[in-house]
């Protein structure tokens, strides 16, 4: 089975504070994504990565970033937190041809910035 | 825009009888459509997929139905039991290279 792991299920950060949210997926998948996901939103892609050292704007991408160093892992990052990005992220990755495969998804990262 | 709904936002279903959850999308070009399950605090879970080019597919106590004339998705769990108690999503990849669009979700309450 694909195997989404998320480095941590809850963060507490402060306002200002630079924040990584790690995720390492174990089924040599070339696509990787970043949603976060609200009560009556849905979930909403921030960033998503089809190879190493490549990255696409999802669709709420401002106030975020990434890194793709490792075909295997894919971090998201606050670089200065706000209260609007408490949230749930959830990471997810699947093959390249994402018309045939679903999405594996990680069990998330409950983020609260106070 | 495209977008993906789905008709309830809950659904109470009793023990053991069977749970019909809807799902609406706009995009006809649409050809691989997925169900996921989300159990409180963890990610979501696939359930099921179909593609365009069929109508029905079925898994262990599950039934997916694609009606494309309608555009219209639905996902069937037989003798729903109390482990069924989760939020659906049903989601659309209108082509290969395209954002998969997710919609936002049926809460399914299983009532003893």
């Known amino acids: 089975d694909v195997k989404v792991t998320q480095s941590s299920r809850y963060l507490v950060k402060r306002t200002g504070e630079k924040v990584f949210l790690e995720c390492v997926q174990d089924?040599?998948?070339?696509?990787m994504f970043w949603y976060r996901q609200d009560p009556g939103l849905g979930l909403r892609l921030i960033y998503f990565?089809?190879?190493?050292?490549?990255?696409e704007k999802g669709d709420i991408p401002e106030g975020y970033s990434v890194s793709r160093e490792k075909k295997e892992r894919f971090s998201l990052i606050l670089e200065s937190a706000s209260t609007n990005q408490t949230s749930m992220y959830l990471c997810?990755?699947?093959?390249?041809?994402?018309?045939?495969?679903?999405?594996?998804f990680g069990n998330g990262t409950r983020l609260t910035v106070t | 825009g495209e977008s993906v709904g789905l008709h309830l936002p809950t659904l109470s279903v009793q023990e053991g009888d069977n749970s019909i959850i809807n799902c609406a999308y706009s995009n006809s070009a649409s050809d691989y459509f997925i169900w996921y399950k989300q159990e409180s605090g963890k990610g979501p879970q696939f359930i099921i997929d179909i593609r365009s080019n069929m109508d029905k597919r079925q898994g262990q106590r599950v039934t997916v139905l694609l009606n494309k004339t309608v555009k219209h998705l639905s996902l069937q769990i037989a003798a729903t039991q109390p482990g069924d108690s989760a939020v659906y999503f049903c989601?659309?990849?209108?082509?290969?290279?395209?954002?998969?669009?997710f919609g936002k979700g049926t809460r399914l309450h299983i009532l003893p």
């Open positions: 997810a990755s699947s093959p390249l041809d994402r018309s045939n495969s679903p999405l594996h």
């Open positions: 089924m040599d998948h070339e696509n």
């Open positions: 990565s089809y190879d190493v050292k490549m990255k």
């Open positions: 989601a659309e990849t209108p082509n290969r290279d395209d954002k998969i669009i």
